[in-house]
């Protein structure tokens, strides 16, 4: 059975840094791309950004809201998927749930997710 | 970026009735377009890939159909589980993007 499991969110002032921690099991985790998404309260789904696989050189992509703030990283031998995100801004405040994709794209499977309020 | 417009933002409907929800793309995603399902309280779950494809173990009940700039997503007879938020995804270009979600309320 798929397993995606959020930590590390919580309650951070503007300006800092927090980073996000999912850990995979069920599958092999790298042969597979990662993805963050994110949801603030009460409103629609907004994606993050990816982490392809070590055949796809890790590469990463990201939605231009958090390029540039946001870091997704992996470590294989750990089967985790990692989110650093520094300069947090109020708007960031959100359910951020970790997801498997399929290789053609699409989010397969969805972590219960993890909230991160950036307040002062 | 490419925009996704889903409609209705809410639905209201009793146990039985056939439900479609319309998601319309900004430009062609050709068939790359999945459908999630989240309940309150819960993450999203997948119920169709590729515009059409029934993820397993999701009910027949549900279809998805397609292509280009406009997509639906039927249930053909609604049951009291598949009260939820529906949301469309596509997948054909970064970054992926969603619809605003169709809420399907009891009627």
């Known amino acids: 059975e798929v397993q995606l499991v959020e930590s590390g969110g919580g309650l951070v002032q503007p300006g800092g840094s927090l980073r996000l921690s999912c850990a995979a099991s069920?599958?092999?985790?790298?042969?597979?791309?990662m993805d963050w998404v994110r949801q603030a309260p009460g409103k629609g789904l907004e994606w993050v950004g990816r982490?392809?696989?070590?055949?796809?050189?890790?590469?990463?992509e990201y939605v231009a809201s958090v390029k540039g703030r946001f870091t997704i990283s992996r470590d294989d031998s750990q089967n985790s998927v990692y989110l650093q995100m520094n300069s947090l801004k109020a708007e960031d405040t959100a359910v951020y749930y970790c997801?498997?994709?399929?290789?053609?794209?699409?989010?397969?499977?969805w972590g219960q997710g993890t909230l991160v309020t950036v307040s002062s | 970026d490419i925009q996704m417009t889903q409609s209705p933002s809410t639905l209201s409907a009793s146990v039985g009735d056939r439900v479609t929800i319309t998601c319309r793309a900004s430009?062609?995603?050709?068939?790359?377009l999945a459908w999630h399902q989240q309940k309150p309280g819960e993450a999203p779950k997948l119920l169709i890939y590729?515009?059409?494809s029934l993820e397993s173990g999701v009910p027949s009940r549900f279809s998805g159909s397609g292509s280009g700039t406009e997509f639906t997503l039927t249930i053909s007879s609604l049951r009291p589980d598949d009260f939820a938020t529906y949301f469309c995804?596509?997948?054909?270009?970064?970054?992926?993007?969603f619809g605003g979600g169709t809420k399907v309320e009891i009627k």
């Open positions: 590729k515009a059409s």
């Open positions: 997801t498997r994709s399929d290789s053609s794209g699409f989010l397969y499977y």
């Open positions: 982490n392809r696989n070590k055949a796809n050189s890790y590469t990463t």
């Open positions: 069920g599958f092999t985790f790298s042969d597979h791309y």
């Open positions: 430009q062609s995603i050709s068939s790359w």
């Open positions: 995804q596509q997948y054909n270009d970064y970054p992926l993007t």
